[in-house]
């Protein structure tokens, strides 16, 4: 498919694997709105995307705010939401039922009415990319929360298929990739963190947003791609 003169909204395009998904699909010509609900870090990425994208402050969690934000736009070829929700890391037990409740309220609703606010102005034919995580299918410890918010997208999203068809709908769900999800981090920490991920990995690597991006961009160009789920891990679940 050619992206020239296909319209495409990326919902949290302001950093990480959103923004690296809106600088291939600009070179790829299309036309890239890129939301984000800092105005601040929306125009530094609105910079360097070479000013080939506009970028519109948005809150995927406050259906108003979507709704202005479709009548901005008035008609869109493809969807794709990266945005990021509160996160729901820890032990099971220990883990606030609050923190649970936040990550639902943010990413999965963000993500539900973001697509439901987007859909009378989505072409009929068009796509949806979610981004879930892997935690929705390996399991490991201290991430029951993002498995059953990352898990639940996933599940909508593949019914979406069958719903909503013709219109595409996919997910790509990205392993440990390098984002600035992980700045907060103390930079020792951060580096034996991804060096150790990176030693149980086929690939001998973890991954960066371009590896997720160039998943985002066939999906949104191979019209004979809908209901899949997407695994970008570096191999982390090919059985050893």
Known sequence: MSMSNQRILIIGGSSGMGLASAKRLVRAGADVVVTGRDAAKLDAAITSLGGKAIGMVADFTDRSSLDALMRRIERLDHLVLAAAGAAARGPFAQLPVQAVRDALETKLLGYWQSLQAALPILRKDGSVVFLTGAASRVAMVGTAGLA????????????????????????????????????????????????SAAKGLPVGRTGMPDDVALCVEMLVTNTFATGMLLDIDGGARTPL
């Open 148 to 195: 059953a918010v990352n898990g639940g997208i996933t599940q909508m999203a593949q019914t979406l298929a069958k719903e909503l068809a013709p219109l595409r709908v996919n997910v790509v769900s990205p392993g440990l990739v390098d984002t600035p999800a992980y700045d907060g981090m103390p930079a020792q920490a951060k580096t034996g963190m991804f060096a």
